[in-house]
């Protein structure tokens, strides 16, 4: 199991257990952010002219080795600006982030490979077992960030979107 | 700000080719039934006061907190494919009248799901020279079995499955083509090239049960089956070849004039002369020859010639078991393998003749006087 999942299931247990009070203190609130995470496939069809046309589809006929496109929305649902927004997403366990395919208008994207510390790609380095070091492969990214430099109006969304492999 | 960006397929596309994303034979893929669940966090600030982050659901969610978000999800289905291979891509050798004689393949299943396998033969006439050579040899398709390995990889009693009941992703089983008996009409050289055909089916219904592709509306908490092979039919096949080695046996026969009682040098074959025959038996074939026997029609018109030979024998051997034997009547009395029966046939048998190995030959003569 990977350090991620071990991360994120001590936090829903603390969720579900110590922070009980919190937990529904939390949910009386409602959060300036609708965050949504759909997945999706991309299909080839044959559109009315004839032509060879792809769209996306729900991701409900998936094997390994298709690509699934993650697609995730942020709305601002406040009156007021949202600041300082990232958006984090561990690449989901049985998949393979596919290089490059990471994508959100005005966002910096970053990357991580332990889950905690996110950096540009030239930045991830990784250790070999004989001590020499080299640029982390895309493959090899365990969770993506896109950071927005400026805020997000009332009623304003943004979309970013990446693809991975199913192993 | 941009409230909605297209996806651009055209640049999808080309990332598409340009990584080539492959399943190699060794590729641990994600089992179907695995559910692949996601769940992206935000953080953000509100008056420059950072708030609680709020994680995603599949329609949107709004309440902050680790762990009150849900996670989109969909479950990986069943990638049916599968590898047939001929083992060895040498043809296996059999001569006439073997026992069980059999052709090994493997099928190896390189989906992410336990599947069945059913088995068809077909006699590959034309098409396919494995591994060189036409097929040119009719071994009886009919009776060609198709055996499953118990586990032990030796073909035996114990293989006695028909078809692959059960086979695990990523886990490869030996399937043997059994000839019950190689038919003996087949010659040194013959060749026959069998395709064994493999059809996915269902686990655990002994082959019974073909595996069929889901049709319909898609179904993200559902395991539907794909099928990922060539062709996309869950149908897969190789080739083996059977090739005969057989003892191939020539016969000749010569006559010689010895003496046709005025001269030996250039003798005429007139009555009383005395006339010796030569056969010769070669084996041009692969195998040795064994168990050979000689049948002889004395001519009536002729009279079979005693202790002609070296120690008073009645017939010469060259390059059998014994160099001569003697030729009773009407049995093989002292079982040397030569003698002439009731109707004057003479007979020169395996205990005299011995086994010819391949290229070898045996030479018998014996002489007669002509009436």
Redesign the interface.
Known sequence: MSNRTTV?RL??L???LG?AT??LA??A???????????EV?ETYVDARGNE????V????????D????T????N??T???????????V????RY????AFG??SQIVFSLDGNTFAAPDALVVAEADGTRRTARADEYSAIRWVLPRP??PS????V?Y?A??? | ?????L?R?RA??I??AA?G???GAS????P?G?S?????????????L???P????????????????T?????????VDLTVAEVGATATTTTPGTVNAFLRYTVLNTG?SPQGYAFTLAEEVTGSTFPAGNDDADFGLGSLVVRVDDGDGIFNAGDTATAIDTLNAGQTATVYVVSPSVPLTLLNGNRTNIRLQARVARPGTAGGTLETE?VG????TQV?V?F?DAGRDATESAVDQFVIQSAAITVTKSQNVLDDGFTTVNARAIPNALVEYTIGVTNTGLSPATGLAISDPIPTTTTFQTGLYAGGTDIAITGGLLPTCVAETPTDVNTDGCFRNGTGDLIVGAAALGSIAPAGAVTVKFTVRIK
């Not at chain 1, 690509?67 to 993650?70: L, N, S, T």
């Not at chain 2, 709020?54 to 978000?69: D, F, R, W, Y």
């Not at chain 2, 509306?217 to 993200?220: D, G, L, M, V, Y």
């Open positions: 994120l936090a829903m603390a969720a579900a922070g919190t937990a939390q949910t609130d409602r959060g300036c952010i609708e965050l949504k995470t759909v997945a991309q046309a792809t769209r996306l729900p991701a409900a006929k998936v094997v390994p080795g690509e699934v496109i993650w995730i929305v942020a709305n649902v406040c007021t600006p949202a600041g300082d927004i990232a958006i984090t997403n561990p989901p366990e049985h998949m596919v290089g490059s395919s208008p005005g997000m109006g304003e969304s943004m979309m979107r693809r492999t199913v192993l | 700000m941009i409230t909605r960006t996806f397929p999808a596309l990332a598409v990584i994303w492959s399943l590729a641990q893929l994600t179907a695995t692949i669940t996601n769940r992206a966090t935000v953080n953000y600030s509100v008056g420059g950072a708030q609680a709020i994680e995603s659901s599949p329609t949107g969610n709004t309440t902050p907190g680790a762990g009150l978000g996670s989109t999800a969909f479950v990986v289905d069943n990638r992410n889901s509306a898609n179904n993200p539907e794909v990922a």
